[in-house]
């Protein structure tokens, strides 16, 4: 046993003293020169995703602020459209017409409604009778309208006032105009018509009645001339 152990002994310092191999120090130059490499590869990697990272963020930071400006659009464009919508306050200018906004805006019923008319103990208030009558109609029966048995005479009476426009027939004039030569000045001059604006060929009535229902009352002129059509 100890000369086993002294063989060994022996053995280990002899391999110390020997001197290292030639090979030693390549190896150990290749070892670092791969390591080295290896340590770039994960630092470019590094870079590479921290680049990523930043690109990412950025990207996510972009994101958040269009959406927050598309929540302010969307906000803005919800306070446009209940304004469209609100009930107009107003008629407009009359140099404006647009049948999109009505001249009166009916205001909203109230919750609890009154009998019309005036209270017990007032005077009626209504629409004065017309002073002249032009014509009075009668309406008599000869049978009855349930039964169809044959009436006499009349056992009473009521009258009824209706006031209403005559039918309305355009009236179509043809207006000569004569020309005169002046000699003093060698003017041509001719008489004045006044009965439609130059070089139109409706009247003043007729031209003043469709200004006012268009401006006036916001009535189009595709409606107007469809309803000067019916006469």
């Known amino acids: 046993?100890?000369?086993?152990?002294?063989?060994?002994h022996s053995g280990t310092q002899a391999a110390r003293d020997l001197p290292l191999s030639p090979r030693c120090p390549r190896r150990c130059s290749v070892l670092f020169e791969n390591l080295r490499?290896?340590?770039?590869?994960?630092?470019?990697?590094?870079?590479?995703?921290r680049r990523q990272l930043h690109e990412e963020q950025k990207k996510r930071e972009d994101e958040r602020k269009?959406?927050?400006?598309?929540?302010k659009?969307?906000?803005?464009?919800?306070?446009?459209?209940?304004?469209?919508?609100a009930p107009p306050q107003s008629s407009g200018s009359l140099s404006t017409p647009s049948a999109m906004q009505p001249?009166?805006?009916?205001?909203?019923?109230?919750?609890?409604?009154?009998k019309p008319g005036r209270k017990n103990g007032h005077p009626g208030a209504r629409r004065p009778a017309p002073v002249q009558i032009d014509r009075v109609v009668e309406h008599k029966l000869t049978e009855c309208p349930t039964c169809h048995n044959p009436l006499g005479e009349p056992c009473g009476k009521h009258s009824r006032i209706v006031e209403d426009i005559p039918p309305v027939k355009p009236?179509?004039?043809e207006h000569v105009i004569y020309e005169y030569k002046c000699s003093p000045c060698q003017a041509k001059v001719e008489a004045a018509m006044t009965a439609a604006l130059p070089k139109a060929t409706l009247g003043l009535r007729l031209t003043?009645?469709?200004?006012?229902?268009?401006?006036?009352?916001?009535?189009?002129?595709?409606?107007?001339c469809t309803w000067l059509r019916t006469f």
Do not use: C, W
Request: glycine content about 4%; overall charge positive.
């Open 1 to 8: 046993m100890r000369v086993g152990k002294a063989s060994r």
């Open 66 to 71: 269009r959406i927050a400006e598309l929540e």
């Open 73 to 85: 659009e969307n906000s803005k464009l919800k306070r446009d459209l209940e304004a469209k919508t």
């Open 171 to 173: 009236e179509v004039t």
């Open 37 to 49: 490499k290896r340590i770039n590869r994960q630092e470019r990697e590094l870079e590479r995703l």
């Open 208 to 224: 003043l009645l469709s200004a006012f229902l268009h401006y006036a009352l916001g009535m189009t002129t595709r409606n107007i």
């Open 103 to 114: 001249v009166y805006t009916k205001p909203s019923g109230s919750k609890r409604r009154r």
